[in-house]
């Protein structure tokens, strides 16, 4: 976490009409928060100047943390404070925890709210001056709807002590400012639709403790999102605890780490330095049971497991009224394991969002150089929505020629980038290993096969396929749509990235081969004993490859064999494996005949153009 001192610019931005408010009440707030050392911007006249607000407001506004609003019956007249109001709401959804206060100076909130009485005036007169851009003024009356409706401070009358309200706003200020915020994405794009669906969820008005879950596959965002809200409402809860990266920093297997999570928690909570340590997990959680059962907490746990979520939220009565909890996790088995009622699937970006996050990260901007149009879009086009991917890649593409962007994007379809590809590698690394055997054979096979056929052959290999599939569902690996299978592009990169690497130089040694040069170089006196599955598909049609059977002689373990699009096979291998559950051969005039291998285990045929010897009884032929 960082100190919110070292995060922003401006501790508080105050946006005010100044012939209305800066001779007295402004200005005496001005001055009290500036006494007790709050870093405060306001503007001034000079800084007004033309019909829009300045670079320099823009940035003041993005670099504050907070806002106090001061509607006065003039405030809207102004296309300069509307403009103002708009960029400071669009600062409070984005998810780095802004806060804005309106203060309503001698006006009814609902003339605000509603445009009515002056604020309904104003509307009127900047319809028709604005009535060729009438979209902007729309954008004010709902940035203003949007600002009434928060919670806010009033002064009605004369009567009204403003001295005691002016302590009050720097007291509310002083107060949240000790608050440590999280540092989240540099450019949150897209963060505030997932703030705005969470906000059902989450129910801050119920007096009700409940547990929410986030979920997705690694790289989505889900820390990020979980940050982005923490930041929001972490203020109405009397304590509150981040721990960030759960799994991948502890050792479960060792109770003293669990030990030391307890304590963190409590002293995030607490405020206080524990002053003896947990000796055991147990132990831990009656010391949080008890002294937390009756505070008003907000705790995010990032990245956690079964034993884990036990061992520091076991129960909803464990935290005081109004308590929430959230969970993020790739698993969402997990969240059902733990019977969480509320959870939200963060999914991937769509391409406007995606080539926004992208090029802010290339070119430090929303929108791509116009040389460099066509290869962003090839770009965000290869990460498909996954906000890690497009950080990452974007960032390595910055300040590049065209010529390094076209290499760089060439590779990146073959081989993903390093960082990416370790991100991802999380989930399948924590799968067994038969999960591992079924999520490569559909990462390296079976993208985009009808789920019948694949469970036929995977049941065929007696890798008991539906419980196992379901995990892999679960853990967001996979999903099935229109009864087929499929999985985001970088996952799939991901799984064959993972097959590659079992021997970078030895193809032999693979466990499965799918690139037609790949194929084509086995030769017959090559290892290749670990070889289970071969695709052999030429990218163009027109090609004609020949292949020597004789390489497939060597390849005991293999389970599957595709051969499509205009390759030739030579000769007849000596043996074929009897373990081969599926065969398919489509357009290929060859000299291969079943005769050479046991066909019982056979359950795909798939045939096309072929001569065949013999069939096999109770084998689907398609």
């Known amino acids: 976490m960082d100190s919110s001192k070292s995060s922003w610019s401006y501790d508080v931005f105050l946006s005010f009409r100044g012939e209305d408010t800066r001779k007295s009440f402004m200005g005496h707030l001005y001055e009290a928060l500036v006494r007790a050392g709050i870093n405060v911007f306001r503007d001034t006249e000079e800084l007004k100047r033309g019909m829009q607000i300045s670079q320099e407001l823009c940035e003041a506004i993005n670099g504050?943390?907070?806002?106090?609003?001061?509607?006065?019956?003039?405030?809207?007249?102004?296309?300069?404070?509307?403009?103002?109001?708009?960029?400071?709401?669009?600062?409070?959804?984005?998810?780095?925890?802004q806060m804005v206060w309106p203060l309503f100076y001698h006006i009814d909130p609902s003339e605000v709210r509603k445009q009515t009485g002056v604020f309904g005036e104003a509307y009127i007169v900047h319809k028709e001056r604005f009535k060729e851009d009438l979209k902007k003024v729309e954008r004010w009356r709902e940035a203003l709807t949007k600002a009434a409706n928060l919670s806010s401070w009033h002064l009605y009358d004369s009567s009204c002590d403003e001295a005691t309200l002016v302590k009050e706003i720097v007291h509310e200020i002083s107060t949240k400012l000790n608050k440590t915020l999280l540092t989240i994405a540099k450019n949150p794009v897209g963060i505030s639709s997932h703030i705005e669906k969470l906000n059902s969820a989450l129910d801050l008005e119920t007096n009700d403790v409940r547990m929410i879950g986030i979920y997705g596959l690694g790289g989505i965002g889900k820390t990020t999102v979980a940050k982005a809200v923490y930041n929001c409402i972490a203020y109405r809860f009397e304590g509150c605890s981040f721990l960030p990266n759960i799994k991948e920093k502890c050792n479960f297997s060792r109770d003293d780490e669990l030990t030391k999570l307890q304590e963190s928690l409590l002293q995030d909570i607490l405020l206080i330095k524990m002053h003896r340590s947990i000796s055991f997990s147990d132990e831990g959680s009656n010391v949080l049971r008890h002294r937390l059962r009756n505070k008003k907490v907000l705790i995010v746990l990032d990245d956690v497991d079964l034993q884990i979520s036990k061992k520091l939220v076991g129960h909803l009565s464990w935290f005081?009224?109004?308590?929430?909890?959230?969970?993020?996790?790739?698993?969402?088995?997990?969240?059902?394991?733990?019977?969480?009622?509320?959870?939200?699937?963060?999914?991937?970006?769509?391409?406007?969002?995606?080539?926004?996050?992208?090029?802010?990260?290339?070119?430090?901007?929303?929108?791509?150089?116009?040389?460099?149009?066509?290869?962003?879009?090839?770009?965000?086009?290869?990460?498909?929505?996954?906000?890690?991917?497009?950080?990452?890649?974007?960032g390595s593409l910055c300040n590049c020629s065209k010529l390094e962007w076209e290499s760089q994007l060439k590779k990146l379809k073959k081989i993903p980038n390093q960082d990416v590809h370790n991100k991802l590698k999380l989930s399948f690394d924590r799968l067994g290993d038969l999960q591992k055997t079924i999520f490569l054979d559909i990462?390296?096979?079976?993208?985009?096969?009808?789920?019948?056929?694949?469970?036929?052959?995977?049941?065929?290999?007696?890798?008991?396929?539906?419980?196992?599939?379901?995990?892999?569902?679960?853990?967001?690996?996979?999903?099935?749509?229109?009864?087929?299978?499929?999985?985001?592009?970088?996952?799939?990169?991901?799984?064959?990235?993972?097959?590659?690497?079992?021997?970078?130089?030895?193809?032999?040694?693979?466990?499965?081969?799918?690139?037609?040069?790949?194929?084509?170089?086995?030769?017959?006196?090559?290892?290749?004993?670990?070889?289970?599955?071969?695709?052999?598909?030429?990218?163009?049609?027109?090609?004609v490859v020949w292949l020597d059977a004789k390489s497939f002689s060597k390849m005991t373990k293999l389970r599957l064999l595709i051969i499509r699009n205009n390759v030739n096979v030579i000769g007849t291998p000596r043996c074929f494996s009897n373990y081969l559950r599926w065969f398919e051969c489509h357009r290929s005039s060859s000299s291969l005949v079943l005769y050479t291998f046991n066909p019982k285990n056979l359950v795909v045929l798939v045939i096309s153009r072929y001569p065949i010897m013999h069939l096999v009884a109770n084998l689907k032929v398609m």
């Open 64 to 97: 504050s943390r907070f806002f106090v609003v001061a509607f006065s019956k003039n405030y809207a007249s102004s296309s300069w404070c509307l403009d103002e109001v708009v960029q400071i709401m669009s600062c409070m959804e984005g998810g780095k925890g």
């Open 320 to 394: 005081g009224s109004g308590s929430r909890i959230i969970i993020t996790t790739r698993d969402f088995h997990l969240l059902n394991k733990l019977n969480i009622k509320w959870t939200y699937k963060v999914d991937k970006l769509n391409h406007r969002e995606a080539l926004e996050l992208f090029c802010w990260n290339a070119f430090n901007n929303p929108v791509p150089d116009v040389s460099f149009e066509e290869l962003s879009n090839v770009a965000v086009e290869q990460a498909n929505g996954l906000p890690l991917a497009l950080v990452v890649v974007g």
């Open 443 to 543: 990462a390296c096979f079976f993208r985009g096969y009808p789920t019948e056929d694949v469970y036929s052959f995977i049941d065929a290999c007696d890798f008991y396929t539906r419980s196992e599939i379901e995990v892999l569902i679960k853990k967001c690996l996979i999903y099935i749509e229109y009864n087929r299978f499929q999985m985001h592009d970088l996952i799939q990169l991901m799984g064959k990235e993972i097959v590659r690497q079992e021997s970078p130089s030895d193809l032999g040694r693979r466990s499965r081969l799918w690139y037609h040069q790949d194929v084509q170089v086995l030769q017959e006196d090559e290892a290749t004993e670990n070889v289970e599955g071969i695709v052999l598909e030429l990218p163009k049609a027109e090609e």
